[in-house]
């Protein structure tokens, strides 16, 4: 099983600054990685997938990098409505398909 | 418009069984692979099981091996979890999911419902 690990856990940020979560995978994903956003009591939403496509709909403040075992959400000028839980999830090697287990952006 | 709409969940005690059933619409349903994903109260996302487009293929996360199955019936649409041998850590919100407008064996998760909680509890 791939386990992924997602830092850091909470991270502040003050609206309009960027934001930058990390997400590390205990072996090769090559380029088969999402991102998601979760808002309290909603389901949550696909950001990004194949590491840096953005999913229909995502404002091109949401940028994805990274490959093999590190990769990297980006959030450029955060709005209001960005301050969420982040997970990431692999989808390389499955079963089982695997999260980390979120970071968090809160205000600052 | 895709919708997923969950039912089924609930209250049962150690040991019993629930049946969760997804409602699909908006998208040709027998042309997509569907999921389970879940959410214990406070935690993050597990995904629990998957199942083909034609249900010929399932796919399960380990510690529900055996005691979940997950099935569809295309003719209505309709997606299900038959939980048997519940546990107190099968406690969660159960989401219905599909890859959406990812291509097909993209393994991610773009539509969502709105979920069902199972609580296991005596």
């Known amino acids: 099983e791939i386990v992924m690990t997602q830092s850091p856990a909470t991270l502040s940020v003050s609206p309009g600054e960027s934001a930058t979560l990390s997400c590390r995978a205990s072996q090769s994903v090559s380029s088969n990685l999402a991102w998601y956003q979760q808002k309290p009591g909603q389901a949550p939403r696909l950001l990004i997938y194949?590491?840096?496509t953005r999913a229909t709909g995502i404002p091109a403040r949401f940028s994805g990098s990274g490959s093999g075992t590190e990769f990297t959400l980006t959030i450029s000028s955060l709005q209001s409505e960005d301050f969420a839980v982040y997970y990431c999830q692999q989808y390389n090697n499955w079963p089982p398909l695997t999260f980390g287990g979120g970071t968090k952006v809160q205000i600052k | 418009e895709v919708q997923l709409v969950e039912s089924g969940g609930g209250l049962v005690q150690p040991g019993g069984s629930l049946r969760l059933s997804c409602s699909a619409s908006g998208f040709t349903f027998n042309t997509y692979a569907m999921n389970w994903v879940r959410q214990a109260p406070g935690k993050g996302l597990e995904w629990v099981s998957t199942i083909s487009s034609d249900g010929g293929s399932t796919y399960y996360t380990d510690s529900v091996k055996g005691r979940f199955t997950i099935s569809r019936d295309n003719s209505k649409n309709t997606l299900y979890l038959q939980m048997n041998s519940l546990r107190a850590e099968d406690t969660a919100v159960y989401y219905c999911t599909n890859r959406g407008m990812a291509a097909a064996g993209i393994r991610v998760f773009e539509c969502w419902g709105q979920g069902t909680l199972v609580t296991v509890s005596s």
């Open positions: 194949g590491a840096s």
